[in-house]
């Protein structure tokens, strides 16, 4: 798979992820939701720290604000780590699902940075009101940004039976978390990677007898010059 192929799939995981956050961002106040379906939801919440809303202040003894920066800056280290390892597979002419598969984390990571980074700076908050794009009072500053996520699929929402110690008359939901698009792609790089290790990683050897292949099937077989 070539550098045009992989940064044009790169290039379309952001534009639709960023276009459904700023769509999110700029019709619905915070918390609203429509239902889809009776098992898909849009919920719009934002997300200040990492995966599920964890924060680092939730662990270690600093604010919010400060845990909010040490997090943003850990992503785009994160995030140029994650483009080298892109870049280099695709120099080394690996498998193309291992490039994919990398193209798709890279892409979903370069795209909740850019709400972390940018974000705060560009949107006023969505507090019982409606978000303004290049707002003159925007809630936050350069890295400061939340991740909108707005994806709700509740699959299963009951309550658990009375006679069930301890869980009994509680609710019980599945499946429970929001994202968006770019947390798909980078969940569907890392799935690729788990159920197609063994496509992924191919030996060199492996990968070009597969461009032989390739080829082989593609390349005019050559005729044979009649004899004289």
């Excluded at 920066?69 to 994160?78: C, D």
């Amino acid at each position: 798979m070539s550098l045009k192929k992989s940064a044009l799939l790169i290039l379309s995981i952001l534009v639709v992820d960023q276009w459904s956050k700023i769509y999110i961002k700029t019709n619905f106040v915070l918390g609203e939701s429509i239902d889809v379906f009776n098992w898909f939801k849009i919920l719009f919440i934002e997300n200040e720290g990492a995966a599920w809303g964890a924060k680092l202040s939730d662990i270690f003894p600093i604010s919010d604000k400060a845990g909010k920066l040490i997090l943003t800056i850990f992503r785009l280290f994160a995030i140029g780590g994650i483009g080298y390892w892109l870049y280099d597979v695709i120099r080394k002419n690996t498998s193309r699902t291992l490039i994919i598969a990398v193209s798709l984390i890279f892409a979903g990571a370069l795209g909740n940075i850019i709400d972390s980074v940018f974000y705060g700076m560009i949107f006023n908050e969505s507090y019982n009101e409606i978000a303004t794009l290049f707002s003159d009072e925007p809630y936050g500053g350069l890295f400061y940004g939340k991740v909108v996520d707005m994806l709700y699929f509740p699959l299963i929402d009951t309550t658990w039976p009375e006679w069930l110690p301890y869980l009994g008359g509680s609710n019980f939901r599945f499946f429970e978390p929001v994202f968006n698009i770019a947390d798909t792609a980078i969940s569907t790089g890392v799935g690729i990677l788990l159920v197609f290790n063994k496509r992924a990683f191919k030996e060199d050897e492996e990968i070009k007898e597969d461009m032989v292949e390739e080829a082989s099937l593609t390349d005019p077989v050559p005729q044979e010059t009649p004899k004289e």
